[in-house]
């Protein structure tokens, strides 16, 4: 199988079909949360941070998003990360149907701390390393752009995200945020600098 990262930057030489994908998982992260799990994210602006992406998910501003699909092509497990523009190598566009999961970055304080946001992987792309390669990537990212920690919020109910960002090393920390749910939990990853030279 190859898991396919694409970054989206929502400008006019990319494939449309990333942005309409991303819009599309991003809305499908919250209606999860609101139908399965009786968590509203209204308290997070939601429908006007989706209405104006990429907004503080710009590589502009030094945030990212990015989204992955998969092939099963019958190959051993492969990760291939597309630059921004969204074509594969040998001109392939991007197959739209494939494409099953979405994870942001933006920064939260100064210029080197971010938050992971919207990390979701729809059920057809669950149990297939998805999660953990949009996660990796992400944070290759923020090391690459000198982020020194990097922050989430999630909720006690959402073990399996919990035991996921727990294999990369995100421990609890303080709350950061604020968040209507009782079972609201904040967890952070201080990166280690790159040495240059």
């Known amino acids: 199988m190859t898991i396919i990262i ?10 449309s079909n990333l942005a309409a994908k991303a819009k599309v998982l991003f809305r499908g992260y919250c209606d999860e949360l609101n ?3 009786g968590c509203d994210l209204s308290f997070q602006s939601f429908q006007a941070e989706l209405d104006s992406l990429p907004g503080k998910f710009a590589f502009s ?3 990212g998003l990015w989204v992955a699909g998969y092939e099963d092509d019958g190959e051993d497990d492969e990760v291939v990360t597309v630059a921004p523009g969204g074509m594969l ?13 979405v994870v942001a970055l933006k920064l939260i304080e100064g210029d080197s ?18 999660g953990e390669a949009l996660v990796r990537v992400l944070l290759e990212y923020a090391k690459g752009k000198h ?11 959402l073990g399996a995200a919990l035991a996921l960002y727990e294999k990369f090393g995100f421990k609890r920390c303080e709350k950061y ?6 079972d609201h939990v904040c967890m952070s990853l201080k990166l280690a600098a790159e040495a240059t030279g």
Do not use: Q, W
């Open 61 to 63: 501003k030094k945030g």
């Open 35 to 37: 139908d399965e799990h």
């Open 177 to 182: 945020v604020e968040c209507p749910e009782a």
């Open 89 to 101: 190598p040998g001109g392939k566009p991007v197959e739209a149907s494939s494409i099953v999961g």
């Open 6 to 15: 694409y970054s989206v930057t929502f400008e006019d030489d990319e494939d």
């Open 113 to 130: 701390v971010g938050e992971v946001k919207r990390m979701f992987v729809n059920k057809e792309g669950r149990r297939k390393g998805i």
């Open 147 to 157: 982020y020194s920690e990097i922050k989430l919020d999630s909720l006690e109910r």
